[in-house]
Each structure stands twice: as structure tokens, then as C-alpha cells.
């Protein structure tokens, strides 16, 4: 099935550092979201975004709607231990569509 | 709690048997979605209903698979003859449906059903 492309893949987080993470896609979208999932869990809901150009804070968490409707990002500031997970974006048309994540870890 | 639940949360099973998972909405969500999510990959969708009508449909939903929602509420995902391909964690969100003002795009998962087919 059609996903959005989502980047990085993969990084590692040290305590207290700002984190950025995108999604693009070839499609326009009315509507992009922000999920995080941990193991064996659902994902979890962490910013929707409903206007291009918007930008919407979540606590130590902002994510923006880009101007095209075609992408859109995430940052996660002064990060902590419990931000390690899966953060998945997602465009809606109805049903969502979803990139294939951006997997935080702690580094070693 | 007043999430989405689901179960079982896991389910192993021999390959062509049948099997069968249950949803429970949000209780004021009138939107019901069936996703797919294999390792590695984020969910895919399969089908959604408003109440009890089911109205999109997925390529990746093949005739093995069966969705209900007969009351309007809880729905159930049936998958027959199981195929080890079918393995993947099935989700479960809901939302609420359009209307002015009300972000009825925000769906909320519930904690899937891990399945495995030996």
C-alpha cells in the first residue's frame, strides 16, 4: 500500500537534546498526524495538524503542517528516556496513511 | 477506561484455521477503522464503517478476510484459512464522523491483537 516517507529511520537521543524527524509525500493531505508507538503497544496520539502552515506545540513536542500540504515535521525538545519509541506520522484522506517511522533510542 | 480495547491481545493459531478479533470503540465514535502493521512498517488500512455501514474497503482485505459492525458499536475482523503471511499486529482506531468543527480525523488505536500463524 501507499506510504508517506518518513526520515530518519533510526537515531539516537541523548538526554536533553532536540530531536527533528520529517514526513514528505507525492499527495496533499487535509490533515497530518502524529503518533508514537511503543513495543507491543497501539500508536498513540501525540499532535494533529489541520491547516498548511500551521504550527501546534504538545508540551516539549511541535510539530508544523508544511505550506505545500505535502509534508510535514516533527521536533522533540530537551528529550528525556521516556521519549525512546516509534514516532509515526501520518496524512489523512479519510482513512490514514501512515510513514514507516522514525525509531528513537537512547544512545549508549 | 474509555479507550479503545481489543482482544484477544494475542492470538496463535495453526495455519488454515479461522480466527476472529474483537473491537471496542470509543463509545461516542461513530467511526470504526481495521488496520495491518507487519515489523518494520507502519499500519495499513483495511476497511472502516460509520455506524454499521462499512464503506471503504482495501486491496489488501482479500476474500479470506471478513469485517462487522452489526450494532453499530463493537466490530469484529474474521480472517479464514489463516495464511502465515496473515502474522502482523491488526489494530483497531476510532474516530468520530464529519461534521463542521470537530476533527473527526484524529483516530485513536487501541492496543492491537498480536497474530501469529504457525
Known amino acids: 500500500g501507499q506510504q508517506l516517507n518518513q526520515s530518519p529511520q533510526s537515531m539516537f537521543i541523548q538526554e536533553g537534546e532536540d530531536v527533528s524527524m520529517n514526513c514528505t509525500s507525492s499527495?496533499?493531505?487535509?490533515?497530518w498526524l502524529w503518533y508514537k508507538q511503543d513495543p507491543g503497544e497501539g500508536p498513540v496520539l501525540l499532535i494533529a495538524?489541520?491547516?498548511?502552515?500551521e504550527l501546534t506545540s504538545n508540551g516539549r513536542l511541535t510539530a508544523q503542517f508544511g505550506i505545500t500540504r505535502k509534508d510535514s515535521f516533527l521536533n522533540i525538545s530537551a528529550s528525556i528516556p521516556s521519549d525512546v519509541g516509534i514516532y509515526f506520522c501520518?496524512?489523512?484522506?479519510?482513512?490514514?496513511?501512515f510513514g514507516k517511522g522514525t525509531k528513537l533510542s537512547v544512545k549508549p | 477506561d474509555t479507550g479503545v480495547s481489543q482482544n484477544p491481545r494475542h492470538k496463535i493459531t495453526k495455519r488454515g484455521q479461522n480466527v476472529t478479533f474483537r473491537c471496542d470503540p470509543i463509545s461516542e465514535h461513530n467511526r470504526l477503522y481495521w488496520y495491518r502493521q507487519t515489523l518494520g512498517q507502519g499500519p495499513e488500512f483495511l476497511t472502516y464503517?460509520?455506524?454499521?455501514?462499512?464503506?471503504?474497503k482495501s486491496r489488501l482485505l482479500s476474500d479470506r478476510f471478513s469485517a462487522e459492525r452489526p450494532k453499530g458499536s463493537f466490530s469484529t475482523l474474521e480472517i479464514q484459512r489463516t495464511e502465515q503471511g496473515d502474522s502482523a499486529m491488526y489494530l483497531c482506531?476510532?474516530?468520530?464522523?464529519?461534521?463542521?468543527?470537530?476533527?473527526?480525523?484524529?483516530?485513536?488505536f487501541g492496543p492491537g491483537t498480536r497474530l501469529t500463524v504457525l
Open positions: 482506531a476510532s474516530s468520530l464522523s464529519p461534521r463542521p468543527h470537530i476533527p473527526y480525523n484524529e483516530q485513536f
Open positions: 495538524l489541520y491547516k498548511a502552515g
Open positions: 501520518a496524512g489523512s484522506q479519510g482513512n490514514l496513511i
Open positions: 464503517f460509520q455506524n454499521e455501514a462499512q464503506l471503504e
Open positions: 499527495s496533499i493531505f487535509n490533515t
